[in-house]
Structure formats: structure tokens, C-alpha cells
């Protein structure tokens, strides 16, 4: 198996997370908040640490926060080998940051969302495989709910518009893995205008289709605060699981 950098963007405002206001300090941001017992970047950052071709992690932050960060969390960073770099106005801009600090020696990069903290080790693992069969691969769910498209310009008050078919549909989450040269392929290959809303869709861009690997539900983003209850559960039913 090949060698993997991994970076974690941490670096956005989360202003639905903290109910469209600004947060106050790094620590009310959702990478930085306590979740049973421990920041929510590092639920992450500590599975990764453990499998055997992770070489590399790299914490994205926002450049206002940077030195905090390094300040507050010096012993994890230390214990795990975390890399902390500033990161750019958008996330694809700070997963670009992110990217020019990756050492040669690693042959995949993997990016993971920093408020996924219940990623498992078996989708790790999983999508680590197929990346490397297949230069490009994703963890993701099929959609089992119904779809509805709203009616256009009604945010406010919507209506259906109709039901979408859900037939070949899927969430994408993360880690998403690539190919080192690939991806950096795809990113350079970026219209100036283009922001992606996932690192897979540089990929598609430029015409590579990436693999998609069985997810798993528990591996939830955290959105907004009722979502740390959820994330909560899943880290205590991954823990008797282990």
C-alpha cells in the first residue's frame, strides 16, 4: 500500500453552526468545540494517526486562528504529528493550501471534512483500497428518502415543484482520496470562477469519474449544534463496535 497525506480543512466560518453569527472565538467554531470530551478535529486526526500508510496529517485553520490553535492544542498536535498551515477565503482555496504542504514521499492524498468526527477506520481502510485500484474514490450513501424539488425563488415559503427520482443517487462524504498527481492535475486544471462543493467534483471536471465506496450513516458532517447529540451517539456506538 502506498503512502497517504491527509488533509482536514477546518478553516471555514461555520456560521450555521453558530446560528448565522460569527463566532466569537476558535473555540465555538465546530472543528474546536468539545465533543465528548475532546475537540471534534481530533476524533478524526486520531484515526487517522493510527493506520499504518497515513505519514502525513495537515489541520487547515483560518489564518486568524492559527496561532491559537497551535497554542491550544500543542501536546495532540505533537502526539499526533499534525501540521497546522493557514488556510484561504473558501474551502477549496484552503484544501489548496492544504495541498502545497503535502510531502513528496506520499503517493494519495485524502481530504476529510473536519466535522466528521465518527469516520470509522473500516471506511478508512475501504476507501484507501479503492483510491489505490482506482486513483479517485469517495465513501458514500445511496439517498432512501424522498426527494422534492421546491419551486424556484420560494426559500421563504417553498412548494414542490415535483419528485425528484432517487434512483442512482447518493451522499457523498469523506475522506475523499486521489491520486497525489491526479488531483493536483484536476486543481490546476480549475477555472479561475469554479467552487466545487466537494473535491470530487475537480475530478469529474476534468473527465475521471471517482470510485464510490459503501459509507456508512453513522459517518455524519456536523451542521449544526443538535447535530452534536447525534455525533455523540455515533461515537459511543462505534466504541462498542471496536
Known amino acids: 500500500m502506498p503512502y497517504f497525506a491527509v488533509i482536514i480543512p477546518a478553516a471555514g466560518k461555520g456560521t450555521r453552526f453558530s446560528a448565522g453569527r460569527p463566532a466569537e472565538s476558535f473555540r465555538q467554531k465546530k472543528p474546536f468545540v468539545s ?6 478535529w481530533l476524533w478524526s486526526a486520531e484515526r ?3 493506520h499504518p500508510d497515513v505519514i502525513q496529517i495537515i489541520l487547515v485553520t483560518s489564518p486568524e486562528d492559527t496561532d491559537e490553535v497551535r497554542r491550544a492544542f500543542q501536546d495532540d498536535l505533537a502526539r499526533l504529528g499534525v501540521e497546522v498551515v493557514p488556510g484561504g477565503t473558501e474551502r477549496f482555496l484552503s484544501v489548496e493550501n492544504g495541498l502545497r504542504a503535502v510531502t513528496p514521499r506520499a503517493g494519495y492524498v485524502a481530504i476529510h471534512d473536519a466535522a466528521r468526527p465518527c469516520v470509522s477506520d473500516r471506511t478508512i481502510g475501504a476507501v484507501f483500497r479503492a483510491a489505490v485500484e482506482s486513483r479517485a474514490a469517495i465513501p458514500a450513501v445511496p439517498i432512501v428518502g424522498t426527494v422534492k424539488k421546491s419551486r424556484p425563488g420560494a426559500a421563504r415559503t417553498p412548494f414542490i415543484e415535483r419528485t425528484v427520482s432517487r434512483e442512482g443517487l447518493w451522499e457523498a462524504q469523506t475522506p475523499q ?5 491526479l488531483y493536483r492535475e484536476a486543481v490546476a486544471a480549475r477555472a479561475a470562477q469554479s467552487m466545487p462543493t466537494d473535491d470530487a467534483g475537480l ?3 476534468i473527465g475521471i469519474p471517482p470510485r464510490l465506496v459503501p459509507g456508512e450513516r453513522t459517518n455524519i458532517k456536523i451542521t449544526t449544534p443538535q447535530d452534536m447529540a447525534l455525533a455523540e451517539f455515533a461515537l459511543r456506538y462505534a466504541a462498542g463496535q471496536d
Open 35 to 40: 465533543l465528548a470530551g475532546k475537540a471534534v
Open 48 to 50: 487517522f494517526a493510527r
Open 177 to 181: 482520496v486521489f491520486e497525489l498527481g
Open 203 to 205: 475530478l469529474e471536471a
